[in-house]
Every structure is written in structure tokens, then in C-alpha cells.
Nanobody, 126 residues
Framework: QLQLVESGGGLVQAGGSLRLSCAASGRTLNVYTLGWFRQAPGKEREFVACINWNGANTSYADSVKGRFTVSRDHAKNTMYLQTNSLKPEDTAVYYC???????????????????WGKGTLVTVSS
């Protein structure tokens, strides 16, 4: 059974960087679109970034565009999110997810994903 495990979160000062990872076990992710979402305390889960199966198609939320970069490594069955110039408003639990359908395109809607990790906490201090 497919499992997704996020890692790389932590406490960082504003302006700092973190590299989040999403590692899969039990099944290859190579044919699926993968997404990053986040949920801040008291707020709904929101889209952050996505990448299609071969990395040719990516999409970002306006709030992170130019600061975050999503990538994937098929050999390691892993997706990454490089987060730079972090702001206090980036504080949230970050989740990775696998698309329901084969990943020819990038999906921004939560409903397009059917498998989720348990999340990794990113805290940005001012």
C-alpha cells in the first residue's frame, strides 16, 4: 500500500530556507502528478505547488511563486519543495499528495488527490 512521508520541516527565521521532502513507499509515484499543500492553524488546507509526472509542468500558488521550487526524483521516488525567503505567514503544516489520475497535467484542487502524507511542520519566526 502506498505511503507518503514528509520530512524537512522545522523552525527557521524569516528569510531562511528549508528543503521539504516527500518520500513514497509501497508503489511508484512516477506516473502521477504530485502536489504540496499547507494548512495554517485555524485555516483551511491550501494549494502550494504541483508537478506533473515528468516535471515538465509545474504550478505555484501566487503567495509562493518566485520563492518556492518543486522538483522530483524518479529514481528515489521522492518529491521536494525548496522553500526560500520564508515569511512568518508561511508557517503551516505542509502535506504532500498523489493525484488520483495519471499525471499528464498539474492539478491545484484538493479533490484531484487521493493519497496524503501526515505532514511536516514549518514554523517561521519573525
Amino acid at each position: 500500500q502506498l505511503q507518503l512521508v514528509e520530512s524537512g520541516g522545522g523552525l527557521v527565521q524569516a528569510g531562511g530556507s528549508l528543503r521539504l521532502s516527500c518520500a513514497a513507499s509501497g508503489r511508484t509515484l512516477n506516473v502521477y502528478t504530485l502536489g504540496w499543500f499547507r494548512q495554517a492553524p485555524g485555516k483551511e488546507r491550501e494549494f502550494v505547488a504541483c508537478i506533473n509526472w515528468n516535471g515538465a509542468n509545474t504550478s505555484y500558488a501566487d503567495s509562493v511563486k518566485g520563492r518556492f521550487t518543486v522538483s522530483r526524483d524518479h529514481a528515489k521516488n521522492t518529491m521536494y519543495l525548496q522553500t526560500n525567503s520564508l515569511k512568518p505567514e508561511d508557517t503551516a503544516v505542509y502535506y504532500c499528495a498523489k493525484s488520483r489520475l495519471y499525471g499528464t497535467t498539474c492539478y491545484r484542487a484538493i479533490g484531484e488527490y487521493d493519497t496524503w502524507g501526515k505532514g511536516t511542520l514549518v514554523t517561521v519566526s519573525s
